[in-house]
């Protein structure tokens, strides 16, 4: 375990860095699809509309490398892989599947003409 305190308010504190990766718009996606099942990277980028093929893979790799997702390679010709949250993703799915219906429930309100700019 870390020595350190966590604090996202102090400029200075690693947990900003985690804050980013996991407040990402193409993390916030890629992790809520996760939950019921593994994906391959093509059924991924047929789901999320507008990601691109290089967006995707860097987003994969770097939820890989923070514990998130984990990457599946059955070592069959023609290659297959798939993509699964870890114990840690399952964690924050929750989470996001939350924030993904708060926005679902009150895009009405957020998006009325009062709101703009």
């Not at 391959?40 to 994969?60: D, F, N, P, V």
Request: hydrophobic residues 40%.
């Amino acid at each position: 375990m870390s020595d350190i305190k966590p604090d996202p308010y102090a400029a200075a504190c690693p947990s900003r860095k985690i804050l980013s990766i996991i407040s990402d718009k193409w993390s916030l996606l890629v992790i809520p699809l996760l939950i019921k099942k593994p994906l391959r990277h093509a059924e991924l980028l047929k789901a999320i509309e507008g990601i691109s093929q290089k967006m995707l893979t860097q987003t994969l790799r770097r939820l890989e490398q923070h514990g998130l997702v984990e990457r599946h390679d059955y070592h069959e010709v023609p290659p297959r892989v798939d993509y699964r949250l870890t114990k840690l993703g399952r964690s924050l799915s929750g989470i996001i599947g939350e924030l993904d219906n708060w926005v679902i429930d009150n895009f009405d309100s957020l998006t009325a003409p009062a709101h703009k700019a």
